[in-house]
Nanobody, 116 residues
Framework: QVQLVESGGGLVQPGGSLRLSCAAS????????MSWYRQAPGKEREWVAA????????NYADSVKGRFTIFRDNAKNMVYLQMSSLKPDDTAVYYC?????????WGQGTQVTVSS
């Protein structure tokens, strides 16, 4: 069955870095656009970053541009989110998403807390 399993979350101080990982299985990973979303307490889920299939083109939300990097390894069915210069406002549950219209899948999320 389809699985997206996020890992790498945790507690980090402001200005610190974290790398999130998402392991995919059960579908043709290389054919799917992969994205990261996040949801802070009391807020709606918001899109963070996306990476396309073969070209690997990337896009970022303005709030993370220049601080976060999304990349993928199609050989390992993995997508990553490298986060640096973290701010308290980055605190959220981060979700991995796979889309190839009309199909879409979500992971269960990993908590990232930025606090001193």
């Amino acid at each position: 069955q389809v699985q997206l399993v996020e890992s790498g979350g945790g507690l980090v101080q402001p200005g610190g870095s974290l790398r999130l990982s998402c392991a995919a299985s059960g579908f043709t990973f290389s054919s799917y656009t992969m994205s990261w979303y996040r949801q802070a307490p009391g807020k709606e889920r918001e899109w963070v970053a996306a990476i396309t299939t073969t070209s690997g083109s990337t896009n970022y939300a303005d709030s993370v541009k220049g601080r976060f990097t999304i990349f993928r390894d199609n050989a390992k069915n993995m997508v990553y989110l490298q986060m640096s210069s973290l701010k308290p406002d980055d605190t959220a549950v981060y979700y991995c998403n796979a889309v190839r219209s009309p199909m879409g899948y979500w992971g269960q999320g990993t908590q990232v807390t930025v606090s001193s």
